[in-house]
Nanobody
Framework: QVQFTESGGGWVQVGASLRLSCVPS??????TGWFRQAPGKEREFVAA????????YYGNSVRGRFTISKDHAKNTVYLQMNNLKLEDTATYFC??????????????YGQGTQVVVSS
């Protein structure tokens, strides 16, 4: 089982930027995904990156504003979030796609980091 530690969340205003970090307990070959869940809503796919970092995928609601990246030396996956909107308010989680494809299924969700965007 992979354990993830997410960090970087916080309170920001509309239009601001945040960078989230996700550190897995292993450096095994799996794709890493970011998901989010707002209160009363279903979990939503945000972005994913294959182990190599060469392939990246984004959800429609964040494409063009969020960027996923990976630092192999630090074994860390980042989610750069720009031009944040009120609807980006949620808890953001990392998870592993052990098939490596990035399309799922995802397991081993982390505890998450909270992002609150205010006007």
């Amino acid at each position: 089982q992979v354990q993830f530690t997410e960090s970087g969340g916080g309170w920001v205003q509309v239009g601001a930027s945040l960078r989230l970090s996700c550190v897995p307990s292993t450096s095994d070959n799996f794709a890493t995904g970011w998901f989010r869940q707002a209160p009363g809503k279903e979990r939503e796919f945000v972005a994913a990156i294959r182990w190599s970092g060469a392939n990246k995928y984004y959800g429609n609601s964040v494409r063009g504003r969020f960027t996923i990246s990976k630092d192999h030396a630090k074994n860390t996956v980042y989610l750069q979030m720009n031009n944040l909107k009120l609807e980006d308010t949620a808890t953001y989680f990392c998870a592993a796609d052990k098939s490596g494809r990035g399309s799922g299924p995802y397991t081993d969700y982390g505890q998450g980091t909270q992002v609150v965007v205010s006007s």
